[in-house]
């Protein structure tokens, strides 16, 4: 599986932006896809996942009810909606694939679970 994110910008607190990962390779629809990000000199964070069907959903709390998880199986995309933008959230977004081996969340928010990641997006949230 290849993963190229695609959507990372330029945007002022408190904007919005969609960040979209495009998959290509077999079986998307099986894996449980992840969106990470990583500040420089920082260990890489959960920000969100989604189960493979997409019907199950996790995020991190300090981004609950600004962030939204979504995919589409039939076109091998995932994306992740950023509502409402804090100047402190411009690291690089990555997404990721791993197998759906269990359906915890704390599964799902470390970054082992993964098997394929993209190269990464850059959000930059100016003050």
């Known amino acids: 599986v290849q993963l190229v994110e695609s959507g990372g910008g330029l945007v002022q607190a408190g904007g919005s932006l969609r960040v979209s990962c495009a998959a290509s390779?077999?079986?998307?629809?099986?894996?449980?896809m992840g969106w990470f990000r990583q500040a420089p000199g920082k260990e890489r964070e959960f920000v969100a996942a989604?189960?493979?069907?997409?019907?199950?959903?996790y995020s991190v709390n300090s981004v609950k009810g600004r962030f939204t998880i979504s995919r589409d199986n039939a076109k091998n995309t995932v994306h992740l909606q950023m509502n409402n933008l804090k100047p402190e959230e411009t690291p690089v977004y990555y997404c990721?694939?791993?197998?759906?081996?269990?359906?915890?969340?704390?599964?799902?928010?470390?970054?082992?679970?993964?098997?394929?990641w993209g190269q990464g997006t850059q959000v930059t949230v100016s003050s």
């Open positions: 390779g077999r079986s998307f629809s099986s894996y449980a």
């Open positions: 990721a694939a791993g197998l759906e081996l269990s359906g915890n969340y704390y599964y799902y928010a470390i970054p082992n679970t993964y098997d394929y």
């Open positions: 989604s189960s493979w069907s997409g019907r199950s959903t």
